[in-house]
């Protein structure tokens, strides 16, 4: 009986991982509880286990009495005495419960007890233990996958959870192939005592923790992840930043040949990462990340958060991106809107049409206008928006003036609003 108790409390232990004592303390508790509800009463019992010889031992605590009042708590000095000749009124008598005594029913109350306080000191354990890997990567084997898409992983005996939408487009994967993933929830149901453990390879996190596993510069504290912006299975930024001269935050990201990065785009199933070295001036950071693309200049409105930016003619389409996808990741990685990229042709047709409209307005001749324009006013409907203490911040406009320039693009606009409307007629 001993041997075998101990020999189960071994196999709980190894299968579910749960601490040796959490088991049996379960174990004491449910034959206690059992002993309770099989012989009845309110009686004053004990469980004692030995791990060293797995003896386990029920015992019953009764006061020595002269007459008993209370049958589940006391004892007479008479019964006593057949148990421990000199016994007296007032010792604590102990007596060992016949384990047999339980019979059928109490065993099937043990079992159901164990099995049910073990379901939850085991969700307890799962929950503490994933609770500490929360964004960290996990790796384990395709258990199933149902027919939404979604994959059951096997964690080593732990069930975690990637959602169809957690995974990276165009990856496939079958049972029992390895997986790598990052935790991003853990929760309990306390009353069933489940634990769902969600996983993705969609998250920022994911590309940020395999870049740690692969970069020990960046491990190791001497190179600095600023910033991730990520379009899954298209294309990943990662801003950079070392503190030390000595170290190029890219250069170790990049690894000899390129073999760090290409590890991490294996992983990712062929997904572009621009690498990019972060830098705390808007404009030089901008500017990089909307790599591969070279940037002319940036125009930055600090107040609204706003950037224009113009690029050579043969480099507009690389730095907008197939579909958009390079200047909305540049916008993630910045947190900059970049609400125009222009390439320097158009930046010149619009100045001869800016200038051309501008030098109609009252006393505003060609260095005027290119004044206007390079404050950042690109058409008459601006200027007839702006206010006079706007315009007189520009060289060579006085407020007489600001207000005239103002009255005729309104006009102006009035004009060209009547010209549209007998069109339509």
């Not at 065993?107 to 354990?125: R, Y």
């Not at 027919?147 to 079958?174: C, H, Q, W, Y």
């Not at 000899?256 to 990019?276: A, C, F, P, S, T």
Request: hydrophobic content about 35%; some cysteine; aromatic content about 4%.
């Amino acid at each position: 009986m001993g041997f075998e108790i101990k020999s189960i409390i071994d196999q709980i232990e190894k299968e579910k991982k749960i601490k040796r004592k959490d088991i049996i303390d379960v174990l004491k508790e449910a034959i206690l509880k059992a002993v309770e509800r099989s012989i009845g009463g309110e009686r004053d019992i004990e469980v004692y286990y030995d791990d060293d010889t797995g003896n386990l031992e029920i015992i019953e605590k009764k006061i020595v009495v002269s007459k008993v009042q209370n049958p589940d708590k006391e004892i007479s000095v008479e019964e006593a005495k057949k148990y421990i000749g000199d016994v007296k009124e007032g010792d604590i008598l102990e007596m060992r419960v016949d384990k047999k005594g339980f019979g059928r029913i109490g065993a099937h109350i043990a079992k159901n007890i164990i099995l049910d306080k073990l379901t939850k000191v085991e969700a307890d354990t799962i929950y503490n233990e994933y609770s500490k890997k929360l964004w960290q990567i996990v790796e384990g084997k395709v258990k199933k996958i149902d027919k939404d898409g979604n994959i059951i992983v096997d964690l080593s005996g732990v069930e975690g959870l990637l959602r169809a939408d957690e995974i990276i487009p165009k990856e496939k994967f079958r049972p029992n192939d390895d997986i790598k993933a990052v935790v991003i929830s853990v929760t309990k149901d306390e009353k069933k005592s489940i634990v769902k453990v969600l996983l993705s390879r969609t998250h920022p996190e994911f590309v940020r923790r395999l870049f740690e596993r692969h970069v020990s510069e960046i491990a190791d504290g001497k190179v600095e992840i600023k910033g991730i912006a990520r379009e899954p299975g298209v294309r990943t930024k990662i801003a950079v930043h070392s503190a030390d001269p000595d170290v190029d935050p890219v250069g170790a990201c990049v690894g000899m040949k390129g073999g760090r990065v290409q590890n991490i785009v294996q992983e990712l199933k062929g997904e572009k990462i621009d690498i990019i070295p972060w830098s705390p001036d808007p404009q030089k950071f901008v500017a990089r990340a909307l790599s591969p693309a070279h940037i002319s200049r940036v125009t930055v409105y600090e107040d609204e958060k706003l950037m224009e930016v113009v690029v050579p003619d043969d480099q507009h389409s690389l730095a907008i991106g197939k579909k958009g996808h390079n200047v909305r990741l540049a916008k993630k990685l910045t947190g900059w809107e970049i609400i125009q990229i222009r390439s320097e042709s158009q930046i010149e047709n619009m100045k001869k049409e800016a200038y051309e409209k501008f030098g109609k307005l009252p006393g505003v001749g060609q260095k005027t206008a290119e004044f206007i324009f390079t404050s950042g006013y690109n058409s008459i409907l601006e200027i007839a928006k702006a206010n006079v203490e706007d315009l007189i911040k520009i060289p060579g406009i006085t407020k007489k003036e600001a207000e005239a320039i103002i009255k005729a693009a309104k006009e102006m606009i009035e004009e060209e609003s009547k010209k549209s409307g007998e069109g339509k007629t």
